[in-house]
Nanobody
């Protein structure tokens, strides 16, 4: 069973940057795509960005131009570079991975943006 561990969350002022990491416990060759989701206060969990095994990326409209998803297959790790953070980006960010027959979630990491 693949496990995902996120890191890199924290507190930052509006306009600042954070970089989230998601380390998979085994080779990413079994992973079809990885993604970042978030749950902000009062809302359902929502998709932020995804990246396929071929490095095709997709972003939610509310982060386009500000966030960048990437992955390092050699290190079984995905990243989310978050720039120009806004107060409304505050929430718990979850890494996810799609494998054949399963969908795995990380435990989440808190991101707090102060205005």
């Amino acid at each position: 069973q693949v496990q995902l561990v996120e890191s890199g969350g924290g507190s930052v002022q509006a306009g600042g940057s954070l970089r989230l990491s998601c380390a998979a416990s085994e080779s990413s060759s079994r992973i079809n795509f990885m993604g970042w989701y978030r749950q902000v206060p009062g809302k359902h969990r929502e998709l932020v960005a995804t990246i396929t095994s071929g490095d095709d990326t997709d972003y939610a409209d509310f982060v386009k131009g500000r966030f960048t998803i990437s992955r390092d297959n050699a290190k079984n790790t995905a990243f989310l570079q978050m720039n120009s953070l806004k107060f409304e980006d505050t929430g718990v960010y979850y890494c996810a991975a799609s494998l054949v027959g399963s969908f795995i979630w990380g435990q989440g990491t808190q991101v707090t943006v102060s205005s």
